[in-house]
Nanobody, 121 residues
């Protein structure tokens, strides 16, 4: 059974920074793409950033230049460094990992439990 554990959310003032982490544990063959999504109250879940197995990244326009996604393959962990935070960044942030349990299994997206980020003075 694969589990994802997120950490790093919290309350921060506008202009501040937070670093989110999402670590995968359990038995699996490989992880391909990793990503962070967010969902604000009353809104649909949206992409924040993704990183593929080769290290190529993709960002939503709203976070470009402020957020940075990275991964540590040895630790099966993905990070989201968030700088210059704005009140509109307030949301529950979810990690998503495309995990292949066995070499012959298809990749299956796995979601973290979510971590609250609140940007407020």
């Amino acid at each position: 059974q694969v589990q994802l554990v997120e950490s790093g959310g919290g309350l921060v003032q506008p202009g501040g920074s937070l670093r989110l982490s999402c670590a995968a544990s359990g038995i699996f063959f490989s992880i391909n793409a990793m990503g962070w999504y967010r969902q604000a109250p009353g809104k649909q879940r949206e992409l924040a950033a993704t990183i593929n197995s080769g290290g190529s990244t993709n960002y939503a326009d709203s976070v470009k230049g402020r957020f940075s996604i990275s991964r540590d393959n040895a630790r099966n962990t993905v990070y989201l460094q968030m700088n210059s935070l704005k009140p509109e960044d307030t949301a529950v942030y979810y990690c998503n990992l495309d995990i292949r349990v066995r070499s012959y299994s298809p990749e299956v997206p796995k979601w973290g439990q979510g971590t609250q980020v609140t940007v407020s003075s």
